[in-house]
């Protein structure tokens, strides 16, 4: 009874994205979805093996990059969110720390070479399981260009940046954050808070969540 009761209140969402996994990636044997003895969470379980597909999120990472008082932005050339502005930013991969991702990704997405100065904000969505950390940094030398992920590679001043077309939440957030403290005078602050998306709206729709526990250091 107790396990009929947690997996009825388990939200959709969660529920979804468990029941996706169809095949144990180790023996590829069919999975039933349950929740394991001991734990609350529904799980997909191996009919063959018995080995439990233990799901957790993923970390995000890039750079706000400073430039003669301006930020670089990057158009996206790939989906989700075609076409809208983003800070060069992606999947942090296994063997690389957050600060290496960051420099890595920045590279890939607009060929520009970036020294880290600080950790600037720390944005957790645990609707869909991801954590943005997005690191402040300036170029080593003025050059960048778009990547094959990106149409066009831009510096914006604060005034100019594309509020209304940017990519996604945790980059509203984040060049929000730094405007409110590039405006306040200050040095920028570390940032962190949680980004909480109304269920069954689109990554793009960048109106459709709250900042919630927002601390700063
Ligand atoms: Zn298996």
Redesign the pocket.
């Given at each position: 009874m107790f396990k009929v009761i947690l997996k009825l209140l388990l939200c959709d969402g969660f529920l979804g994205d468990v029941q996706k996994i169809k095949f144990?990636q180790?023996?590829?044997?069919t999975t039933k979805h349950d929740i394991p003895d001991g734990e609350e969470r529904l799980r997909a379980i191996?009919t063959?093996?018995?080995?439990i597909a233990y799901q957790n999120p993923k970390m995000v990472v890039g750079c706000l990059i400073e430039h003669d008082n301006k930020v670089l932005l990057c158009k996206r050339k790939i989906e989700p969110s075609y076409g809208l502005w983003t800070l060069p930013a992606g999947y942090l991969e296994i063997g690389e720390s957050a600060m290496e991702g960051a420099i890595r990704e920045t590279r890939e997405e607009a060929n520009a070479d970036v020294e880290v100065i600080s950790p600037f904000v720390q944005l957790d969505i645990p609707l869909i399981g991801q954590t943005y950390i997005i690191f402040l940094a300036k170029l080593k030398k003025p050059h960048f260009s778009p990547g094959p992920e990106s149409s066009e590679c831009k510096l914006f001043s604060l005034d100019e940046i594309p509020f209304s077309s940017l990519s996604f939440s945790s980059m509203v957030v984040t060049l929000n954050l730094y405007v409110e403290d590039m405006k306040a005078g200050r040095k920028p602050k570390f940032h962190y808070g949680t980004i909480n998306k109304r269920p069954g709206t689109s990554p793009s729709d960048i109106d459709a969540f709250t900042l919630e526990d927002h601390m700063q250091s």
């Open positions: 144990c180790w023996c590829g044997g191996c063959t093996c018995g080995k």
